[in-house]
């Protein structure tokens, strides 16, 4: 579901933003996914869990539940995260597993979503708040540069193959975000948060 907002706070700086050749921003993080790694080793789904824990996280953000369309804005009551993934003929494709309240529930959505789009079947687009998701699981990265579509207005995530530093796993994540909703005081609020889904998932499901 989505409301109008009548009055948006951040009208005047959306639209300074938005009528830039690149309204956005991006910042590439160090995340402790060591948790995610313990537990995809029992369950697996660590592509799914991490893409959990990160939209949860941005979700708790109302600034990045906010839309644009057709001129008004409008506040979502959730995020979906758009997953990218490799097709069986190389190429990818792309598929919305909206929340669940449950993580069990949640990792049956994914697989039954993920099939289906594997096989070839190609579903609608939420017309929620929507996050693209993508993992780079071949390489290392310090820094991506996505493809955007300046009218779409879409955050991305989007993070590198994981490495062991001493007795913990981490990754690079790259937040990708439309600075006419976020600023940085945002993007560090959503850091913490992220770290917060992660500890909180671990404790759940580790101990």
């Excluded at 804005?73 to 597993?97: A, E, H, K, N, R």
């Excluded at 708040?129 to 290392?140: D, H, M, R, Y």
């Amino acid at each position: 579901m989505k409301k109008k907002i009548e009055n948006y706070q951040r009208k005047d700086l959306f639209e300074h933003y938005d009528r830039l050749t690149k309204p956005y921003a991006s910042i590439t993080t160090k995340i402790d996914v060591t948790p995610i790694y313990e537990l995809s080793k029992r369950k697996g789904h660590f592509y799914a869990t991490l893409g959990f824990c990160l939209t949860k996280a941005m979700c708790e953000i109302e600034e990045f539940r906010v839309i644009y369309e057709d001129g008004e804005f409008y506040l979502c009551d959730t995020i979906v995260p758009s997953y990218t993934d490799v097709l069986s003929d190389g190429t990818i494709g792309f598929y919305d597993v909206p929340l669940e309240d449950s993580y069990e529930n949640y990792l049956s959505k994914f697989d039954e979503l993920k099939k289906k789009r594997l096989e070839g079947i190609v579903m609608p687009c939420s017309n929620e708040a929507v996050v693209w998701l993508s993992c780079e699981p071949w390489f290392k990265a310090t820094a991506i540069d996505p493809p955007f579509d300046k009218n779409k207005r879409v955050p991305q995530l989007i993070w590198d193959k994981y490495e062991k530093e001493g007795d913990k796993y981490y990754v690079n994540l790259l937040i990708f975000f439309h600075h006419g909703f976020v600023d940085g005081f945002h993007i560090g609020k959503l850091i913490e948060n992220i770290d917060k889904n992660i500890a909180n998932i671990a404790k759940k499901y580790l101990d």
